[in-house]
């Protein structure tokens, strides 16, 4: 199974940007979808996720500027993010689960050392200035 991510970047505070992450080697619409984030020093954070059959999740902190969404005849799901805030900078991860993605238990060095998210892409970087 691969997760490619691609999309991020840097903007300023009130822009915005949508990540993209491709699938490959798994069944998307049996699969839970969704992104982590972890920025420098802080713990990893389940920031959306996506079930094929609508279900949608969004962290407190993202609620009304960040709409997560899928194709699945491309095997995409899309993280489109306004609004942003400097405290959304952040590495940005695309993970899979079979069964359902759930907020990080522990603390891990990086996002993907999580054992409890059966697919990790490598990341993506965020950076948002004041």
């Known amino acids: 199974v691969q997760l490619v991510e691609s999309g991020g970047g840097l903007v300023q505070a009130g822009g915005s940007l949508t990540l993209s992450c491709t699938a490959s080697g798994l069944t998307f619409d049996d699969s839970d979808m969704g992104w982590y984030r972890q920025a420098p020093g802080n713990e990893c954070e389940l920031v959306s996720s996506i079930k094929s059959i609508g279900r949608t999740y969004y962290a407190d902190s993202v609620k009304g500027r960040f709409t997560i969404s899928q194709d699945n005849a491309k095997n995409t799901v899309y993280l489109r993010m306004v609004s942003l805030k400097p405290e959304d900078t952040a590495v940005y991860y695309c993970?899979?689960?079979?069964?359902?993605?759930?907020?990080?238990?522990?603390?891990?060095?990086?996002?993907?050392?999580?054992?409890?998210?059966?697919?990790w892409g490598k990341g993506t970087l965020v950076t948002i200035s004041s």
């Open positions: 993970a899979a689960d079979r069964s359902v993605l759930t907020e990080v238990v522990g603390t891990y060095p990086l996002c993907r050392d999580y054992y409890g998210v059966d697919y």
